[in-house]
């Protein structure tokens, strides 16, 4: 039998379909989603039509699961049309939405209540925005749902506000679900939308069926999209994943929930059950695109350049906030480099001073989660920049554990994929699947590296206005 996995991102919409047994890919797709952070969510549709249709069709699919971005908000009339565009988590028209919920209710009580602070990615945030501009909008609101749910509900083809579903994972980066007690908060919902007589969408447990098309196709509850990698990677208790796009995500699958009322970690849950608490800085990938543009080399020369320079770079340290941060909440500092001597003004100290630089502040945001009191054994590095050989042979010194390289992959939809056949199987776990092939890398800590980034850390300049 074969199955099929969805990834809607921000960006575009992936399918692949593989053999619900072994794993094995037999075909996949894909389709552009238009830009902006206000999106029709017809244009995710018409997305995932094309995308199915490139991928070879569904006609010989048992079962189908939807991951997609988190926290966009979508919100349905009585008949089930979308009442205005959904805005996206990338849309930060909601920032001072979120601060004043903050203001309102006080960073400890939220995070004892969601496991998270808001954010002006949050849907919660997003609400709120919408009461004190949209009035109107409020009013012909029925129903509020998610990226993912909205698919999935589309798909079963049904049109009643009544079987809309969602999962704990995303669910969770609402602003009201406690992925620790599995229930909407709806005192939250109603201090964002200002009213809570909305249906929300069911909340189905990792393998629960979330019925079937009108082909009979059986669907999956579905993910977000960082509980959906690590459901594709296979991660489990003690890893975490570190996604290097351009911005940083350090996730954990964890048994324990987090509850940071500074806001740095978003207490999430996982898509098999457990928490998957996250830390996402800024600046990952375009520090390389940086450091090789100022040396006006490619990426593989960079690469070359730092591993030829020594560990620590002789005292060069470059702090990366290139676009302002995340975390640290920073989001008017500049990047800075210190140390320069005339025995650090080489090519091969700047390269090995970025690659560390990079790795530190994501070495910050894991120090957070085990902070919380979550496990770390080992890491998967994964994303754009994990391709670099630099990053995977340095990246062990500075975070200081073993780290996993897999093969680059769709591993959202990869994930999406498996929860199906997890669903069709009616299972206890997921099934095993092959593990996608993986380089290891081991490297004797370097504490010193991270001393050095934590004297400059601080040093950073803000912007000119």
């Given at each position: 039998m074969l199955v099929a996995g969805v990834d809607s991102s921000t960006q575009s919409c992936t399918v692949v379909i593989r053999d619900a047994e072994t794993g094995a890919l037999v075909r996949s797709g894909n389709a552009k989603h238009p830009g902006g952070t206000e999106v029709d969510p017809a244009a995710w549709w018409d997305a995932l039509q094309a995308a199915v249709a490139d991928a070879g069709g569904l006609g010989d699919v048992a079962a189908l699961s939807v991951a997609g971005q988190q926290h966009g908000m979508v919100c349905l009339d009585a008949a089930g049309d979308v009442v205005r565009p959904a805005l996206l988590w990338n849309d930060t028209r909601s920032a001072a939405a979120a601060a004043d919920l903050v203001s309102e209710l006080g960073a400890q009580q939220w995070a004892d209540a969601v496991g998270s602070v808001p954010l002006a990615a949050f849907t919660v945030a997003k609400l709120r925005w919408l009461a004190t501009h949209e009035p109107d909008s409020v009013a012909r609101t029925a129903a509020v749902c998610l990226p993912h749910d909205w698919?999935?509900?589309?798909?079963?083809?049904?049109?009643?506000?009544?079987?809309?579903?969602?999962?704990?994972?995303?669910?969770?980066?609402?602003?009201?679900?406690?992925?620790?007690?599995?229930?909407?908060?709806?005192?939250?919902?109603?201090?964002?939308?200002?009213?809570?007589?909305?249906?929300?969408?069911?909340?189905?447990?990792?393998?629960?069926?979330?019925?079937?098309?009108?082909?009979?196709?059986?669907?999956?509850?579905?993910?977000?999209?960082?509980?959906?990698?690590?459901?594709?990677?296979?991660?489990?208790?003690?890893?975490?994943?570190?996604?290097?796009?351009?911005?940083?995500?350090?996730?954990?699958?964890?048994?324990?929930?987090?509850?940071?009322?500074?806001?740095?970690?978003?207490?999430?849950?996982?898509?098999?059950?457990?928490?998957?608490?996250l830390v996402c800085t800024l600046n990952a990938a375009r520090v390389l695109d940086a450091a090789a543009t100022l040396l006006g080399v490619d990426h593989d020369e960079l690469a070359r350049l730092a591993l030829s320079a020594p560990a620590g770079a002789?005292?060069?340290?470059?702090?990366?906030?290139?676009?302002?941060?995340?975390?640290?909440?920073?989001?008017?500092?500049?990047?800075?480099?210190?140390?320069?001597?005339?025995?650090?003004?080489?090519?091969?100290?700047?390269?090995?001073a970025a690659v560390e630089g990079l790795l530190c502040g994501l070495a910050d945001a894991l120090d957070a989660i085990v902070a919380a009191g979550v496990t770390v054994q080992r890491a998967f590095l994964v994303g754009g920049a994990a391709r670099?050989?630099?990053?995977?042979?340095?990246?062990?010194?500075?975070?200081?554990?073993?780290?996993?390289?897999?093969?680059?992959?769709?591993?959202?939809?990869?994930?999406?994929?498996?929860?199906?056949?997890?669903?069709?199987?009616?299972?206890?776990?997921?099934?095993?699947w092959a593990a996608a092939d993986t380089e290891e890398f081991r490297a004797e800590p370097t504490p010193a590296v991270r001393d050095r980034y934590a004297q400059v850390r601080d040093l950073t300049a803000t912007r000119m206005p």
């Open positions: 698919l999935t509900w589309k798909l079963r083809g049904t049109g009643e506000l009544a079987d809309l579903v969602t999962d704990r994972s995303d669910a969770s980066g609402t602003g009201y679900f406690s992925g620790a007690t599995g229930e909407y908060r709806l005192d939250l919902l109603e201090l964002g939308l200002g009213r809570s007589d909305v249906v929300l969408p069911r909340v189905l447990g990792p393998s629960e069926s979330a019925g079937r098309t009108p082909d009979g196709v059986l669907l999956g509850p579905g993910a977000g999209d960082n509980a959906g990698a690590a459901i594709g990677l296979g991660a489990g208790p003690g890893d975490v994943v570190v996604s290097l796009g351009t911005s940083g995500v350090v996730s954990a699958v964890s048994s324990v929930a987090t509850a940071d009322p500074t806001a740095i970690i978003a207490g999430f849950a996982s898509a098999t059950g457990e928490h998957l608490p002789g005292g060069l340290a470059l702090v990366p906030y290139l676009e302002g941060e995340r975390t640290p909440n920073r989001p008017d500092a500049t990047g800075a480099l210190h140390g320069l001597t005339l025995a650090t003004s080489t090519p091969a100290h700047l390269a090995r670099s050989g630099a990053v995977a042979a340095i990246a062990p010194a500075v975070l200081g554990r073993p780290v996993l390289r897999p093969t680059p992959g769709e591993y959202v939809a990869d994930g999406a994929a498996r929860q199906a056949a997890w669903v069709l199987a009616g299972s206890a776990a997921p099934p095993v």
